[in-house]
């Protein structure tokens, strides 16, 4: 029970440290990454196909 409640406790205090300051930066990454990922199958379906090379 004692576990529990220092989890908890410790959940908690993340919560109070700000969050935000690990939410931001990872969406920021997780955006950037999708972006990426996004503009390389554009690229690839914009590319024109080369016949001569296997």
Known sequence: MQ??????????LVLDL??????????IVVGLAGGAMIGSELA??????SQGIH
């Not at 576990?3 to 908690?12: A, D, F, H, K, P």
């Not at 700000?18 to 969406?27: H, K, S, T, V, Y």
Request: net charge positive; charged share 20%.
């Open 3 to 12: 576990t529990i409640q220092r989890s908890y406790r410790g959940l908690w």
């Open 18 to 27: 700000g969050l935000d300051r690990i939410i931001i930066p990872l969406a």
């Open 44 to 49: 690839r379906f914009q590319a024109p196909a």
